[in-house]
């Protein structure tokens, strides 16, 4: 007897999904199936609670779905290998159709089930554009500069990349889905009881849906204007749900060209931006495939000589919000009380810690990881190590953002800043972005004391700037 099971993974919904369409165009009336999602057991422990909420929320929300077309959606938690092969032992053959994930722990996952004597694997090119081995130089190798990996994705592109695979569930028969009798259930209101910590992103396909309307209608056409400012809403806030599944990337870039072809020519640059940002994704992940080593070590791995300093003291006070630099500090407890930090501030907090504070960018990888809502291994690795200039990125190790400077270009009037660190609420923009520079009098006006209701700077940036680039040069010049 055969069963075909439908893995759910990274692609958490029932529109758009080419491995389920590959999945239901297989099926003949007389076989079994079962829709399945195991809750892995990994290596990989970078979940934290507001995170596992927002995917507790879509999985709960993709079973009710199911339900009401008169399915299941089977969830259990465990090992893959070993959740498959307890399923597999009722059958003499099992076929599994499931979409691919580039990251190296995913890998060694799908290639331990394909062992199973009586399981086959089918995966399918979803949670991307292109599949990893298609955007490639001219000799066959892959890029490792995200410009000319762009260049070559738009000319690949067409409008066949980003079609609509729509899955027809209404020939399944109810009666021929399996029901695994050996394996636990697990309950997933359950799960969602027990965690209270709520992010600023709620969870499910219909919650996505909505954004992504939301961001079509307005932000899209602004979305270069607006995107670098924290305390303006201009991103799309799409990314938790890019990372999940729930929405497509075929979804998004259908939405980005119908809301281009629409658009008057000063809005396409506007567009084209965000289109860009999604390539961005497709390139991080075609290095996570490419060059697996980067899940530990440096992409330039010359760069895992450097001297990194490893204090727990500072990056205690990174994660807390405790610097002295009001716009990291703003960044870090956006990140701990939403489970979400604007992009800009990513790259200002990633850079602080491995320039300023010349601290491993592994620590700071790990903490957003178990902090991110949004947390994409790919993607997360990726901007680390940009901004610790040991990745792939073109640019030298020079490029150090000062974080005064940033501030006072992105945050202005420092009205992100007031938000997340309200002891600097009275500060006018004269002092909101260096508070240390006021007078004992002007502290006393303002009503904020330097080391007492703010700390003052842990680091004076221009002095560590210049050790920083004698530790990079060290490195350089061997």
Request: glycine fraction near 6%; aromatic fraction near 16%.
């Amino acid at each position: 007897m055969k069963l075909k099971i439908f893995w759910f993974r990274e692609d958490l919904r029932l529109e758009d999904n080419r491995g389920l369409f590959e999945f239901t165009n297989s099926l003949n009336p007389n076989e079994r199936f079962l829709f399945l999602y195991i809750k892995n057991e990994n290596s990989f422990n970078f979940f934290g609670a507001k995170r596992i909420r927002f995917l507790y929320e879509s999985l709960d929300e993709l079973k009710k779905s199911l339900n009401n077309l008169g399915f299941d959606l089977f969830i259990t938690k465990g090992k893959s290998t070993e959740v498959i092969k307890k399923i597999s032992e009722e059958f003499e053959e099992v076929i599994n159709y499931a979409n691919e994930q580039p990251e190296i722990y995913s890998r060694n996952r799908e290639e331990k089930v394909k062992k199973i004597s009586n399981v086959q694997l089918n995966l399918y090119t979803d949670s991307t554009i292109f599949g990893f081995n298609e955007v490639l130089k001219d000799d066959g190798k892959p890029y490792t500069v995200y410009t000319p990996f762009s260049k070559k994705f738009f000319v690949l592109l067409n409008n066949d990349r980003y079609k609509n695979f729509k899955a027809d569930l209404s020939k399944l028969h109810t009666e021929k889905e399996f029901k695994p009798k050996k394996i636990l259930v697990f309950d997933i209101s359950g799960g969602l009881n027990e965690i209270d910590d709520i992010g600023v992103i709620k969870g499910g396909r219909s919650e996505g849906i909505k954004l992504l309307k939301k961001f079509y209608d307005g932000g899209i056409s602004s979305y270069k204007k607006f995107r670098d400012f924290p305390a303006t809403k201009g991103t799309s806030y799409l990314s938790p749900f890019l990372h999940f599944g729930i929405i497509g990337i075929r979804e998004c870039f259908r939405t980005a060209y119908s809301k281009l072809n629409k658009s008057q020519e000063s809005e396409s640059q506007e567009i084209l931006t965000w289109i860009k940002e999604l390539i961005w994704r497709e390139f991080y992940y075609n290095i996570s495939y490419h060059f697996s080593y980067t899940d530990k070590f440096s992409f330039k791995k010359e760069y895992d000589k450097l001297n990194w300093r490893y204090d727990e003291d500072s990056f205690r006070k990174w994660c807390d919000g405790k610097t002295g630099y009001p716009i990291v500090d703003a960044g870090m407890r956006q990140l701990k009380k939403e489970g979400w930090m604007h992009n800009r501030v990513r790259m200002i907090v990633a850079m602080f810690l491995t320039k300023d504070l010349f601290i491993d960018w592994r620590w700071g990888e790990k903490y957003f990881a178990e902090h991110l809502i949004d947390m994409d291994f790919s993607s997360n690795n990726g901007g680390w190590q940009w901004s610790a200039s040991t990745g792939c990125d073109a640019q030298p190790y020079f490029r150090i953002f000062n974080p005064v400077l940033q501030s006072k270009k992105f945050d202005t009037e420092g009205d992100y800043i007031k938000k997340y660190v309200p002891e600097l609420q009275y500060l006018p923009s004269k002092f909101i972005h260096t508070p240390w520079e006021m007078t004992s009098e002007e502290q006393e006006m303002y009503k904020m004391r330097i080391n007492i209701d703010y700390p003052e700077p842990i680091v004076n940036h221009q002095d560590v700037k210049n050790l920083i680039l004698s530790e990079f040069k060290k490195i350089s010049a061997n």
